[in-house]
């Protein structure tokens, strides 16, 4: 399936529970995001397929992929479009094995050793960082700032999405640091405003 990465909307549920889940990522898309992940560390495999399944029909007809967060299971449950999977999660071969070539697979990088090791030929696109902490992610790597972007993307010869801490502000370092988008969770998720949130980073 094709994909855009220019804003990436990686959702949370707890941020979103004012607003809805599925009115957040509606309003999202409206406004401007061009790619969507499901990630729910908390709830189970049954609860995220049925999330999925829901999101699947908010996105009808959009254009913007689903992707969801490490857990094949529900990806394939849902049909969503992709998987996107951590350095510890779900082996990227086995991920593409079980959802076929038309599936979207990214892989989070945080170091050049990972991005070196990297399965590429299983892989469509790599999200690097964290580019900054994020209260949004307790246990992610260390912070690479925008030097460490700007080195990973250009050692890297597949399309990258940078994510971690990013606001409207860093819309322009992240572009002028080669990649081809932003991944942002709290600058969307949690908005008092999710459409005019989108917007702002489109603009």
């Known amino acids: 399936m094709p994909f855009d990465l220019s804003l990436y909307l990686v959702t949370d549920a707890a941020l979103c529970r004012d607003y809805g889940l599925e009115r957040t990522v509606e ?7 061009t790619m969507v992940q499901l990630r729910d ?5 049954a609860e995220m397929i ?7 029909t908010v996105l009808a007809g959009s254009g913007v992929p689903l992707m969801i967060n490490d857990r094949l299971t529900v990806a394939l449950e849902s049909q969503a479009d992709g998987l996107h999977v951590g350095q510890s999660d779900t082996a990227v071969q086995e ?12 892989l989070s990088i945080n170091t050049l050793e990972q991005l070196q090791t990297a399965p590429v030929e299983w892989l469509d696109y790599v999200g690097i960082g964290p580019v900054f902490a994020t209260a949004s992610k307790q246990d992610h790597a260390q912070p690479i700032g925008f030097d460490g972007l700007e080195a990973l993307v250009a050692a890297c010869q ?9 606001k409207v502000a860093h819309a322009s370092t992240v572009q002028r640091a080669g990649a081809n988008g932003l991944a942002v969770i709290s600058a969307i998720c949690g908005q008092p405003d999710p459409y005019q949130a989108a917007r702002a980073f489109m603009r």
């Open 95 to 106: 991920a593409r094995a079980a959802m076929g070539q038309g599936a979207i697979i990214g």
């Open 27 to 33: 309003a999202a898309v409206e406004g401007g995001v």
């Open 158 to 166: 597949l399309p990258s999405v940078a994510i971690g801490g990013l």
């Open 41 to 45: 560390k908390h709830a189970s495999d």
């Open 50 to 56: 049925a999330q999925a399944k829901r999101l699947k």
